[in-house]
Structures are given as structure tokens and as C-alpha cells.
């Protein structure tokens, strides 16, 4: 009796360290912890910060959760003047401040010299300061994906809460993303090509599921042939996430731009658009509605946004061959004309 007493106790005390085992290896590791916290210390400083540069962050209701965005408009914009807006998306694991940084992406002191509101909108998030942040750009990425946000319809609510509040030209609306939000961007032109005028992805690749464009629409996409998280020539690389499951098996830059090509319905033709030292870019004309699909590539920058004086700590230098920003934004305004 005593041995089976004791044999059931060792049974019991197994399974009980099998069930601690388990939940320690689905909890984050202290030094993520730590992390986590760092980044919500910032992320809640970064709104006050922007605010006082005359930005300011906007809370959203949308499907049941709370979203916000980051809105900066231009000091003398004519309010009665209707005027483009950009929507700009940050990678996956990022946050809208992030993107609102003109170090890394230069957004701001675009939208000064150009004239038009950009905003920044925030993706899904588990955490209250919304950092660590994903888009459900189809196959990829993280909870965005796993859990099915609409992010679409977000995008959408985004817009139309910014147009309540000022003249925008509704004709010359438009979306650019980094990696993940580079990701989502085509899938707005899959999905949302009524709203968008074009689109411009950086270091992220076509990831949707299905495409039926409303109507044809303009495209530009920007990647390094070295980048080692969403590689040129398809896969993901070592870098692109710790937990693979959280990403895909990621489409190449060529099939993207293929993709793009077949859904505009443009000419086989491809014509050299930029050329210099270090960078290229190509354009796909003849297409549908006289809209246009272009590429630019850079040699150098690996995963980052050419142009970025700034980028994330131990990643190798941003390519300095072409500028990312003013090169979408001439992209956007010539896709409007």
C-alpha cells in the first residue's frame, strides 16, 4: 500500500512539473518581460513627446477593441483647401510612434515640404500601450493574423474619422508601409482599392490570400537584395521572427511585382525609370487605366527603409542610394495626376 501511496505521489508531482514546464515555455522570458516593459514606458512617453511637435494621437472604437492612430498635419495648411493623405503602417513588432519617427522614415518632413496630413495608424496589439504590433496582412503576421483583425476595416474607419475632421481630397488618398506594413499596404490594394489611389510597400512582400481589385491600381514596391528577414527571391530569412509560426513562408519580389502586372493588365514591357550607384528603378506601363507598377531595388540595407538616418539596433546600416519616402511620395502624386 505504502509503495503505491508513493508511486501515486511521484505520478502526481510528474504531472504537476509536465503542466509548470509547459506554462513557463508558453510565458515570455524574463528579458522579454523587461523588454516589454521598456517599450511601453516609451511608447507611453512617445504620444507626449509628438504632441508637443503638434501631433497628436487619436483613440479609435473599432470591432469591439480600441485602436489609435497618430495624425500630423502640416503648421499652415490651408483648412479649406482639400489636400492628399498618406497613411503610413510600421513593420511588424513596431508601433505608430515608431513610424512617426523622421529618423527612421522621414514621414513628417515629407508632409511639411509636400503639403499633405499623414497619419499613422497603430496595429493590433495584446498589450495596453499598443506596442509589439502586427497587421493581418493575409498569410503573415503574428496575432493581427492569428485572430482575423479586421485591419481593413480599421483602415477604412481611420480615414473616415480624419475626414470628419478636415478637407481631405478623396481622390488622392493613399497607404505606404514598412515589412509587415508593407504587407498590408497590398493587401489595401486588393481590398480596398475604391479608398486608395496607390499603393507602396517597403521590405514586404504581396502576402494576401486572395486578390479582386474594385479597379486597377498603382503599386510601387521598394527592397534590398540583401535584406535577411523577407529574402528577395522568396522565404523567410533567420531574421524575420524568432517564432517562424508567426510569419510565412514569404513570396518573392518578383512574383509580387508579376502579380501586380497581371492585375493591372500592363504592357510586358519594363522601363528603367532611376539608375545610379548602389539602386535601380523600373516601371511597368501600359497598364489598365493608366495606372503603374514599379520596383525599386537597392543592393545594400538589408532589412531597413533607404534613406533612414536611423535604424534598429544591430541591423546593418539603411541604404543611402535612393530615399524611400521622397521617392513613394513622387510616386503618389504622379499616380494622382
Known amino acids: 500500500m505504502k509503495h503505491r501511496h508513493r508511486a501515486f505521489v511521484l505520478a502526481a508531482l510528474c504531472a504537476a512539473s509536465a503542466a509548470s514546464f509547459a506554462q513557463d515555455a508558453e510565458r515570455p522570458s524574463l528579458r522579454e518581460r523587461i523588454r516589454e516593459r521598456l517599450e511601453q514606458r516609451r511608447a507611453a512617453q512617445a504620444p507626449a513627446d509628438k504632441a508637443a511637435a503638434g501631433d497628436r494621437s487619436v483613440t479609435l472604437q473599432h470591432d469591439g477593441q480600441r485602436r489609435h492612430y497618430v495624425i500630423h498635419v502640416p503648421p499652415g495648411l490651408d483648412p479649406r483647401r482639400p489636400v492628399p493623405l498618406v497613411l503610413a503602417f510600421h513593420g ?30 497603430n496595429g493590433f496589439s495584446k498589450l495596453p500601450g499598443g506596442n509589439f504590433a502586427t497587421w493581418n496582412a493575409g498569410a503573415c503576421c503574428g496575432d493581427a493574423r492569428d485572430r482575423n483583425i479586421d485591419d481593413v476595416g480599421f483602415a477604412r474607419a481611420v480615414v473616415a474619422d480624419v475626414r470628419r475632421q478636415l478637407a481631405i481630397d478623396p481622390a488622392r488618398i493613399f497607404a505606404a508601409g514598412m515589412s509587415n506594413g508593407g ?24 502576402a494576401t490570400l486572395q486578390c479582386n481589385p474594385s479597379r486597377p491600381i498603382s503599386v510601387l514596391h521598394i527592397h534590398a537584395r540583401d535584406d535577411d528577414h523577407v529574402l528577395f527571391n522568396g522565404g523567410a530569412g533567420q531574421g524575420a521572427f524568432r517564432d517562424a509560426s508567426k510569419v510565412t513562408d514569404f513570396v518573392s519580389v518578383p512574383e509580387t511585382i508579376a502579380r501586380w502586372v497581371k492585375r493591372d493588365q500592363c504592357a510586358p514591357a519594363v522601363q528603367r525609370s532611376f539608375d545610379a550607384p548602389g539602386a535601380y528603378c523600373e516601371a511597368h506601363t501600359g497598364c489598365r487605366d493608366g495606372v503603374s507598377v514599379q520596383l525599386c531595388v537597392t543592393e545594400t540595407g538589408g532589412h531597413s527603409w533607404p534613406g533612414a538616418d536611423t535604424v534598429r539596433r544591430g541591423k546593418a546600416p539603411a541604404s543611402q542610394a535612393l530615399d524611400a519616402t521622397a521617392v513613394i511620395w513622387r510616386f503618389f502624386r504622379d499616380a494622382s495626376r
Open 92 to 121: 511588424g513588432g513596431g508601433n505608430a510612434e515608431m513610424m512617426a519617427d523622421d529618423a527612421r522614415y522621414g514621414w513628417i518632413g515629407e508632409a511639411d515640404r509636400q503639403g499633405f496630413v499623414v497619419v499613422f495608424p
Open 183 to 206: 504587407m498590408f499596404s497590398h493587401r489595401l490594394a486588393c481590398d480596398a482599392a475604391d479608398l486608395f489611389r496607390a499603393v507602396a510597400s517597403v521590405a514586404g512582400t504581396d
